[in-house]
């Protein structure tokens, strides 16, 4: 039986990849209320992937692959078009194609865009139909339509939209030729939010740039097993050292907003990198009771300490971190407050915290 199936991939988030171990970690888009994406400077949530009846039965798995090469674009000079039906054309070149596998891509003509069909022997000739179809009653560059009849019976165009000129001649992105399968995932029905393998094809070469896709695979009822294509596409960032731990700085309180929540203000005692990133975070008590001030009477300060409400951002003028933190509000006695700054990197990695003491006096 001759069934045609063409599933999606699950829609991936990010990558990061460690040049030493050749770690590679990619994370799927999911639909957990407010998950953070570690390898991006995000918090969201999507709707979930399921996979659909067919690929659920029929022992779907889900492959990761890393592409070879990108896709290939070539400069064609179109000579003839012919009609054959409705948005459909039969596109001849002056010269054949010398590379790449063109079924599926794109040919464009400024701004005119066709998905190419069958490719012929030559690479010379090939069968476009056009992207964006017209709505039933409206046609492009003029050709006429019959709104009375179903588009399947809309009669032949006269005039071709690709004109006898230059044009641009694209491959498939998802294109297997393009990829070079990793490593599957047979739990297709219960896919983890995270993908971890090893990937010891990747160049080492300092300018050489990972891409990864996945796509499902099932049973085909034919006995052969199929492939739907490949999803989108994530380029790896690479893993580097951890942050450095943020310089010293002084607090001060602005004040408290309507709710009662504290706004303060760090001052660093040097100027950061303005691309730096930074997370400020309190806990009551002393920075020298916590592990990282050094002693371990309250344990670490980086597992107990409470983020602010701003979350992760960029310091102001490269010397000041404002931030508004849920600390409450003594009333008999001051109350001793450790402030910890750390820096975040683009995929998640921190550096230690910087801890300095602030005190909240009695109202």
């Known amino acids: 039986m001759n069934f045609d199936h063409a599933p999606a991939s699950p829609p991936l988030a990010c990558a990061v990849r460690d040049r030493e171990t050749k770690d590679v970690r990619i ?5 957990s209320p407010q998950a953070t994406l570690d390898c991006l400077d995000m918090t969201a949530s999507y709707p979930e992937w399921i996979p659909d009846p067919v690929v659920a039965m029929r022992g779907g798995q889900l492959e990761i692959a890393r592409r070879i090469r990108p896709p290939t674009g070539l400069d064609v000079t179109i000579t003839r078009v012919v009609p054959l039906r409705r948005f459909e054309y039969l596109v001849t070149l002056r010269e054949p194609m010398d590379a790449g596998q063109f079924s599926r891509g794109t040919l464009a003509q400024g701004n005119v865009r066709g998905t190419i069909g069958d490719v ?7 069968k476009v139909m056009l992207d964006g179809q017209a709505t039933l009653g409206s046609s492009p560059q003029g050709t006429a339509t019959d709104p009375g009849c179903p588009p399947s019976q809309q009669p ?26 990793l490593t599957s995932v047979s739990t297709i029905n219960a896919l983890p939010a995270v993908f971890s393998f090893k990937d010891r094809t990747v160049p080492s070469g300092p300018l050489e740039v990972a891409v990864y896709a996945a796509r ?17 596409a994530v380029t790896a960032l690479d893993k580097q050292l951890p942050p450095v731990k943020p310089p010293l700085f002084e607090i001060q309180i602005l004040g408290r907003d309507y709710y009662g929540r504290l706004a303060v203000e760090a001052k660093f005692t040097r100027v950061v990198d303005p691309a730096a990133t930074f997370v400020m975070a309190w806990a009551e008590g002393m920075p020298g009771m916590w592990a990282e001030g050094g002693d371990a009477t309250k344990g670490s300060f980086a597992a107990s300490g409470t983020v602010g409400l701003l979350g992760k951002h960029r310091a102001h003028r490269q010397t000041q971190l404002f931030e508004v933190l849920e600390a409450p509000e003594p009333h008999f006695l001051d109350m001793p407050l450790t ?23 009695a109202t």
């Open 120 to 126: 012929s022997a030559d690479r010379r000739t090939l």
């Open 216 to 232: 499902v695979g099932f049973n085909g009822f034919d006995g052969v097993f199929a492939y739907g294509p490949y999803g989108n």
């Open 27 to 31: 994370e799927r888009l999911v639909s």
């Open 156 to 181: 032949v165009t006269s005039t071709p939209v690709f004109t006898n000129s230059a044009a641009r001649a694209t491959e498939d992105p998802s294109n297997p030729a393009l990829w070079y399968p």
């Open 339 to 361: 402030i910890g700054i750390k820096e975040v990197d683009a995929i998640g990695q921190e550096s230690e915290y910087s801890l300095v003491e602030l005190v909240l006096p």
